[in-house]
């Protein structure tokens, strides 16, 4: 049987990359999706596809409070109760364009917006749901080794993957009495529409040293002998989604293959 059989989930960012693989295994193991996401041609074209153990609620902006209290009462209406918040959906901003002497602050704000107030207000309709119903839930927050590392020319982007784990130890703290556990996952790099950008925006930084950023591409940095894959990270997701992980809260679940331990 699968290993979140009867459980509701939504997962933001769920039409691309860490999220659509997500979202998918999460079905296979016996979950209903709701997903979370402002490309909606990209969520209609996977509800098509997964038929009717998912469902897209659309113009989704994890950004913006109304869209967040909004997205959880649709899927109570939905299906009646949440069991599992993946707060995934994460954007890139202008990483690797310039460096601390020159960090963009519109963009800096841009991507706290997105990244930071985002997973606050996902945990707080998330965890109100569950409380409300006396659900022992399991909230995921993507974060990223560059929440636990430096990196050159990514000020907000490092900035807001440390404030997720902030989030999840925040949360972790108000919300343990209730039984809901809060977790974090953070991968290295996975080929997906955001890494591209992150590829092909440091390449085309002059100041930038070419060879190390090929090196990342390349993934010669791995210990495990293969790249990671959006699928090696959504299996550490199901881990903490299900009740595998009952006693696991504030894990930060660390999937580079070991390369931030060397
Ligand atoms: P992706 O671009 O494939 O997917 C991100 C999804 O989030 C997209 O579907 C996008 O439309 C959605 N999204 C963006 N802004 C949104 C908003 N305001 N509201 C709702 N949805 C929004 O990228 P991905 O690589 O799958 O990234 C998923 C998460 O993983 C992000 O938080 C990212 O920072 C993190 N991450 C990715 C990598 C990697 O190498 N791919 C590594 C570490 C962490």
Same mark, same amino acid.
């Given at each position: 049987?699968?290993?979140?059989? %009867? ?7 769920? $039409? ?24 909606? #041609? ?8 997964? %038929? ?10 994890? !950004? ?20 599992? &918040?993946?707060?995934? @959906?994460?954007?890139? %901003? ?6 601390? *002497?020159?960090?963009?602050? #519109?963009?800096?704000?841009?991507? &706290? ?18 409380? %409300? ?22 000020? @907000? ?5 440390? $404030? ?21 996952? !953070?991968?290295? @790099?996975?080929?997906?529409?955001? !890494? ?8 085309? /930084? ?13 993934? /010669? ?12 990270? @959504? ?16 894990? /930060? ?5 070991? *390369?931030? !331990?060397?």
């Amino acid at each position: 049987p699968g290993r979140l059989e %009867g459980k509701v989930a939504i997962v933001t960012g769920g $039409a691309s990359g860490i999220g659509e693989s997500t979202v998918r295994l999460f079905v296979e193991n016996g979950a209903v999706v709701v997903i979370a996401d402002i490309q909606d #041609d990209r969520g209609s074209t996977l509800v098509g596809e997964l %038929g009717p153990h998912i469902v897209a609620y659309r113009h989704c902006n994890v !950004s913006i409070e109304r869209d967040m209290e909004n997205l959880v009462k649709f899927t109570l209406d939905k299906w009646g109760k949440l069991d599992i &918040m993946f707060n995934n @959906a994460g954007i890139l %901003g202008k990483s690797m364009t310039s460096d601390a *002497t020159n960090v963009d602050m #519109d963009d800096f704000d841009h991507v &706290m917006s997105v990244n930071v107030r985002g997973i606050v207000l996902g945990v707080k309709y998330a965890s109100k749901a569950m409380v %409300g119903a006396n659900i022992k839930g399991s909230i995921i927050c993507t974060s990223s080794v560059a929440g636990i590392q430096g990196g050159v020319a990514s000020m @907000a982007y490092v900035v807001s993957k440390h $404030a997720i784990l902030g989030i999840m130890r925040a949360a972790c703290s108000d919300l343990g009495q209730y039984g809901i556990r809060v977790n974090c996952v !953070s991968p290295s @790099a996975a080929i997906t529409p955001l !890494s591209l950008s992150f590829f092909r925006q440091a390449l085309s /930084n002059p100041l930038l040293d070419k060879e190390s950023i090929q090196g990342i591409l390349d993934n /010669n940095h791995n210990l495990v002998g293969h790249s990671l894959s959006t699928l090696d990270i @959504a299996f550490a997701s199901l881990y903490l989604a299900s009740d595998d992980s009952k006693f696991v809260s504030g894990l /930060n679940l660390v999937v580079d293959g070991g *390369t931030s !331990s060397t």
